[in-house]
């Protein structure tokens, strides 16, 4: 196989984050097919192709247990368009203010620093979700200055479930930092040179969240499209 073959690009053998990402795509595809089929052979060689992700997934991370997990995707198999596999969706906001200081929140589940972010809510646009998410983390009201990135959460490796996160750039407008007690350890305002440890993946987005902060003309970050995710014939 040539490196312009070779899935990773690389020419090396695949990382952890290539087979979770590959092991998550082939689930996606076997739960839409078995959304969409009413052949009962299709049915099987979708749970077959389910069980080989499985299997690729437990080669990454020995942690997962195939049967538990092929138990697990099952259960979200629906009919039609229900059934569909898309990523899910998170919903970040990089709130600043006058001071150009940062607005971050110390997580309760992992005790990682990183701006506020949720998943989003049914009823709510997205940058409806973004103010909603800081006032209810932190007690501060923000307005949305833009968008700042969508991301692919497994491709940047800050996740293990396909999911795209939409990061907003916000201006606090009031309110007091006063961290939700079941979702946060702490809360606060921080300069560039005065940021907290442990931060999450601060190396990912800190220059551009800081550059917006400053108010500086920024684009939008995304992932560019890659040459060939996937090894397809040539034709």
């Given at each position: 196989?040539?490196?312009?073959?070779?899935?990773?690009?690389?020419?090396?053998?695949?990382?952890?984050?290539?087979?979770?990402?590959?092991?998550?795509?082939?689930?996606?595809?076997?739960?839409?097919?078995?959304?969409?089929?009413?052949?009962?052979?299709?049915?099987?060689?979708?749970?077959?192709?389910?069980?080989?992700?499985?299997?690729?997934?437990?080669?990454?991370?020995?942690?997962?247990?195939?049967?538990?997990?092929?138990?697990?995707?099952?259960?979200?198999?629906?009919?039609?368009?229900?059934?569909?596999?898309?990523?899910?969706?998170?919903?970040?906001?990089?709130?600043?203010?006058?001071?150009?200081?940062?607005?971050?929140?110390k997580r309760?589940?992992?005790?990682?620093?990183?701006y506020p972010?949720?998943?989003?809510?049914?009823?709510?646009?997205?940058?409806?979700?973004?103010?909603?998410?800081?006032?209810?983390?932190?007690?501060?009201?923000?307005?949305?200055?833009?968008?700042?990135?969508?991301?692919?959460?497994?491709?940047?490796?800050?996740?293990?479930?396909?999911?795209?996160?939409?990061?907003?750039?916000?201006?606090?407008?009031?309110?007091?930092?006063?961290?939700?007690?079941?979702?946060?350890?702490?809360?606060?305002?921080?300069?560039?040179?005065?940021?907290?440890?442990?931060?999450?993946?601060?190396?990912?987005?800190?220059?551009?969240?800081?550059?917006?902060?400053?108010?500086?003309?920024?684009?939008?970050?995304?992932?560019?499209?890659?040459?060939?995710?996937?090894?397809?014939?040539?034709?």
């Amino acid at each position: 196989m040539s490196e312009r073959d070779t899935p990773t690009g690389t020419g090396g053998p695949p990382s952890e984050a290539d087979l979770l990402r590959w092991s998550e795509a082939l689930a996606g595809i076997a739960r839409t097919g078995l959304g969409f089929t009413e052949s009962p052979y299709e049915r099987e060689r979708f749970e077959e192709v389910l069980a080989v992700a499985a299997d690729i997934r437990h080669a990454a991370d020995d942690r997962y247990d195939t049967t538990a997990l092929i138990e697990e995707w099952m259960r979200t198999v629906g009919d039609g368009v229900a059934g569909y596999q898309t990523p899910k969706v998170a919903v970040g906001a990089v709130v600043g203010n006058d001071d150009g200081e940062i607005l971050l929140i110390k997580r309760m589940d992992s005790g990682i620093w990183l701006y506020p972010t949720g998943w989003a809510d049914v009823g709510y646009s997205a940058s409806e979700v973004a103010v909603k998410e800081v006032l209810e983390e932190t007690g501060i009201e923000c307005e949305v200055v833009q968008l700042l990135a969508v991301l692919d959460g497994l491709r940047m490796g800050f996740t293990r479930i396909p999911l795209y996160s939409l990061v907003f750039h916000c201006r606090a407008v009031g309110g007091e930092v006063n961290p939700h007690p079941m979702e946060c350890a702490d809360a606060g305002w921080f300069s560039r040179d005065a940021l907290p440890s442990p931060l999450a993946s601060y190396d990912q987005w800190g220059e551009l969240a800081f550059a917006a902060i400053d108010g500086e003309a920024v684009s939008v970050r995304y992932d560019p499209p890659r040459q060939r995710p996937w090894r397809i014939a040539d034709v």
